[in-house]
């Protein structure tokens, strides 16, 4: 006697729903063949169904079993912990194996010689027994029930098969016992996992779907429904690109790359198109589904929705935020308190700061709460016009004032009349034209270059200088009187430095205005490269933390920025938080085992096209270029 085990495999189907069905038969060409099939459940599209068959070979006839060999299948049936019995023409049980026993909860001396009806309950029993009118057919009766001895209920399976003697007639048969138990209990447990790990999903404060290689939605949670505007049924087998939209903003969340490549990708700031055609910023990550066998048979993306978030940075900003300035830290709180009472006033105000505080944007902000708004803003920088054509460039001249002006020309105290004037770098006026400029302070009016007559104006003047006006009165370099005029109200702009509890506010802030002029998605800043700039001392102060990053932004490509996008300047200057002692320029500089080698055979295969190799590489062209250059590949 033979025995063999086999395993067959299915494809999942599309519309797998997590079930279980159990299929037992009788025997087929010489075999005994029990056969389960378990669905897979859906939210895991990476297991196939699977249908297992144990078969037992026997060398007799088809659908017989000699009395000589029933003793011997019965042994066999045990091995395989499949319970099973005999019992003669008579209905006397003549044998049982150990594994009937177990599941009956008798044993072979308490049953051998009995009726089996005395075992055995129910009406199907009585009627389709195969010793009823000597057939020769097998039965199966999926639900009988057993009484042990403790008169308790038991529902078995069972699968009767006839006994033939010598002469080939009928002698008995042969019953066949499964318990259900197992079974259901494992149905039952799939499906109480199933119906856990959907409650789990479907209670996450997180978008998740999977879609299968084709792109096709094969689940879709709670929240997804919810951000997304469609229910699950709506979407599922339906191509992603369908839900979410095509185009480079809409990639799948770059599932599609994820898939044929095999790996994980991060997006921080991604927009979907909602069912309703509202645009939902969304935070997404989306790995490649792998089975058994390594290959992959799909994606799953999960999703955030940051609409919650980007209404609180919009509160935050706008609490921190005085027209187009920000800043929470106690000096910036205090100018815009200040600012906030003296705009609405024709006050002359003088606004001392390091460069790039932001001197000419707080003058701006001063002009435009005042009720001049709509009257002109003229700006004035005193330190980048020639001394000799200072006067006439403010104050104006008449024609036949010097030679070539044949015409006259109004100076910017003209342009600026009804509005304000902003004279910047006023300390860099001299000393020959603080005299006129105070008269226009004291009475309104000057003479124009070249003019008998003065020109009366209704200007307000607001004034800055990097260096402090009252050190270069002490040093006879700026006039006392009109120092005085100027200083009416003095507002003093914090440097960079000592102001760095705004940093946060104000990388997000420039970065979304850079982004916003460009049509781009808001980049977010790694981890260590806003580290670094939250280091860094900023001598520029304001203005140079917008220059580094919009280099940042450009070199970055509109993907994250990393501590290589920075300028060389800084990337040699600080030092990288998880590494104290080591800059960024030293980092980059440390070799990866085999990096070199995978260079180089990229760019063989696109033919030392960089573009194409940086694309491969999974790097942007900049990092390509650094890295070439370390490995001495340029």
């Known amino acids: 006697m033979v025995l063999s085990i086999a395993t067959t495999g299915k494809s999942m189907s599309r519309a797998a729903r997590g079930t279980a069905r159990l299929f037992l038969s009788g025997c087929r060409q010489r ?84 009726d089996c009806r ?23 009766e999926p639900d009988v029930e057993v009484i042990n001895e403790n008169e308790t209920a038991r529902l078995l399976t069972r699968m009767a098969i006839p006994i033939y003697d010598a002469s080939y007639q009928l002698a ?26 959907k409650i789990i999903l479907d209670n996450l404060d997180v978008g998740i779907f999977t879609v299968n290689r084709g792109g096709y939605i094969t689940f879709f949670n709670h929240k997804a429904e919810k951000i997304s505007g469609y229910g699950r049924r709506q979407v599922l087998g339906k191509s992603c690109s369908t839900i979410f939209g ?10 599609k790359k994820s898939i044929r490549k095999g790996i994980k990708q991060s997006v921080r700031h991604e927009e979907i198109i909602s069912k309703a055609g509202e645009k939902v910023p969304v935070r997404a990550n989306v790995i490649a589904l792998k089975n058994e066998k390594d290959a992959i048979v799909g994606g799953l993306a999960t999703f955030h929705d940051l609409t919650l978030e980007h209404q609180l940075d919009q509160v935050i900003s706008d609490r921190y935020t005085f027209h187009d300035m920000i800043g929470k830290s106690p000096e910036m709180q205090k100018v815009f308190e200040t600012v906030s009472v003296i705009a609405g006033t024709d006050a002359t105000i003088l606004i001392e700061g390091p460069t790039g505080t932001g001197k000419d944007l707080l003058a701006k902000v001063i002009h435009s709460s005042s009720q001049r708004a709509s009257c002109p803003f003229v700006k004035v920088n005193c330190a980048a016009i020639p001394d000799n054509l200072l006067e006439s460039e403010m104050f104006g001249y008449v024609k036949g004032a010097f030679t070539g002006a044949d015409r006259d020309k109004p100076g910017r105290f003209s342009e600026a009349d009804g509005g304000s004037i902003f004279l910047d770098e006023i300390g860099e006026l001299p000393l020959s034209l603080q005299a006129k400029l105070l008269r226009v302070l004291e009475d309104r009016e000057f003479y124009p270059l070249g003019s008998r007559h003065t020109l009366k104006v209704d200007v307000r003047i607001l004034s800055a200088s990097n260096k402090k006006l009252d050190m270069l009165v002490e040093d006879g370099l700026f ?17 960079l430095k000592d102001r760095k509890i705004d940093l946060p506010l104000l990388l997000r802030h420039i970065l979304r205005r850079l982004c916003a002029a460009r049509g781009n998605h808001p980049v977010n800043i790694s981890k260590s490269t806003m580290e670094i700039l939250l280091k860094f001392d900023y001598p520029g102060n304001v203005r140079e933390l917008e220059n580094i990053l919009e280099h940042a932004l450009i070199i970055s490509q509109k993907q994250e920025i990393l501590p290589e996008h920075l300028p060389d300047y800084i990337q040699q200057t600080m ?24 260079i180089l055979q990229a760019l063989n295969q696109h033919g030392g096209n960089r573009a194409g190799t940086a694309q491969a590489l999974s790097i942007d062209r900049t990092t390509l270029w650094r890295k070439m250059k370390r490995y001495n590949i340029l």
């Not at 099973?84 to 026993?101: G, I």
């Not at 009109?482 to 440097?495: D, G």
Request: charged share 25%; glycine share 4%; net charge neutral.
């Open 575 to 598: 030092a990288v938080a998880d590494g104290p002692a080591q800059t960024v320029d030293k980092l980059l500089k440390r070799s990866i085992p085999g990096e070199r080698e995978r």
């Open 172 to 197: 008995g048969c042969l019953t066949i016992l499964q318990d259900h138990s197992p079974i259901a209990d494992l149905i039952d447990r799939i499906h109480y996992e199933e119906r856990s790990l």
């Open 479 to 495: 006039r006392k009187d009109l120092f005085y005029r100027l200083n009416v109200f003095r507002l003093r702009l914090p440097t």
């Open 118 to 140: 005395e075992i055995f309950t129910g009406v199907p029993c009585m009627t389709t027994c195969l010793l009823r009118g000597n057939s020769n057919a097998v039965t199966d």
């Open 246 to 255: 095509k185009g480079e903003a809409n990639d799948l969340f770059s599932l």
């Open 31 to 114: 075999e005994l063949i029990a056969t389960y099939e378990l669905s897979p459940i859906s939210y895991d599209p990476t297991k196939a169904t699977s249908s297992h068959q144990i078969k037992l070979q026997m060398p007799i006839d088809q659908k017989k079993i000699d009395v000589i060999r029933s003793n011997q299948f019965l042994a066999i049936l045990d091995e395989l912990g499949v319970g099973a019995f005999t019992v003669d023409l008579n209905r006397k049980v003549k044998s049982m194996n150990l594994a009937a026993q177990a599941l009956m909860g008798l044993k072979e001396n308490d049953v051998k010689e009995k």
